[in-house]
């Protein structure tokens, strides 16, 4: 683990706890470095909350402070607008993620936002569409996926869910139907929201799919540290262990909790088990999104731990004719109109050496490594 791995650590532990760290031992820090850190877990505005408390100044963490809370403030406003619309027009509607978890960090523009995620009533969703038009946004992916992207110039960007979870996912029956869950809001007539118990858990399905694909960053166990110091005390474990059990998560939901508690507690860096500290690295070198490597990796991984054949051929074959859940999530229309999905499978054929090269490669070399019992 590098040195400034352990500064980033540190910072965003001083951030998260309202503590002014040592100027003496901010001033020894690679700026430039713990910036690029930084920069590739979402985490810039953080830092420098912390780097400014301890009187150390920098242009780029400064900038990057002032675009992430300038654009929070626009997501805000800009979610409240839509939000009204949808009041209007009788759509309900839940926000997730980030824009709760934003609320519990210490200072706005912390947690800094890449985008806004939004589950709404799939039934209106051309009502929907036509809401977003007539407000500027422009459709980049409607009815594609479980989620449609909005986009708005010059930093706006809404995914708006039709469903929790596309079908190829483990999730997708556990959420199928959300509604379940869900609890209206008290100060409108179509809001809702999930119970704390329930956020924590969906936090973690979210979070479980991303670690599990190409990774997931700091940013993720930072949140999990956030949340529980919020409301921690005041959830309902026994229920919280049933749901990650059903899910199968259990394990991660553990894991991740004990290492964000030993991570972010205390400006002290903790000593960790082997388990722990590896762990750890996986966050450290996922970044916030992942990597088309470590994708290509637990690709092969996963398709093998479910397959009784362990060869090359039937990976490979596996991976050009996935089951008919992935072609719903994926190709809808195909899955939709069953009699063209041989054209379907022809067509992912086509265009997935154009759209998706890299993890192409990514895959193929992980395949090699694990035949060769190096993954």
Known sequence: MTKTAKD????????????????????????EQLYRLAKAHTLRAAVFIALRSAGVLDSNFHQAYNKAVRKNVMLDVERTAIFEEFERKGIWYMPLKGSILKELYPE???????????????????????????MG????SVGKTHHDVYMKPPVLNFELHTKLFGASSDFYDYYENPKRLMIPDESSKYGFHFS?????????????????????????????????????????????HEQTKQLDIADFEREQRELAEKVFSSVTFP????????LLDYYLTSCTYGTTTRAGENMVKKLYSKSKSK????????????????????????????????????????????????RIKAELKALNKYDNKKL
């Open 8 to 31: 980033l650590i540190y910072l965003l532990t001083c951030a998260v706890n309202s503590i002014t760290p040592d100027t003496e031992k901010v001033q020894a820090m690679d700026l």
């Open 196 to 240: 704390d118990e329930d956020f924590y858990v969906y936090m973690l399905a979210h979070e479980y799919k991303h670690f599990s694909g190409g990774g997931t960053g700091l940013r993720s166990l930072l949140d999990c540290y956030v949340f529980l110091q919020h409301k921690g005390d005041t959830l309902n474990w026994e229920y919280i």
């Open 108 to 134: 706005n523009g912390m947690r800094e936002m890449a985008d806004n995620d939004v589950l709404y009533d799939s039934t209106r969703q051309t009502e929907v569409k036509k809401i977003m038009l007539s």
């Open 137 to 140: 946004y422009s459709a980049e």
């Open 271 to 278: 000593e960790l088990a082997e388990h722990e500290q590896e």
């Open 311 to 358: 060869t090359k051929l039937e990976y490979i074959w596996r991976r050009i004719f996935p089951d008919l859940n992935h072609m719903k999530t994926w190709f809808p229309f195909f899955y939709k109109h069953k009699l063209l999905l041989p054209i379907g499978y022809i067509w992912r054929i086509i265009r997935a050496p154009f759209i998706r090269k890299e």
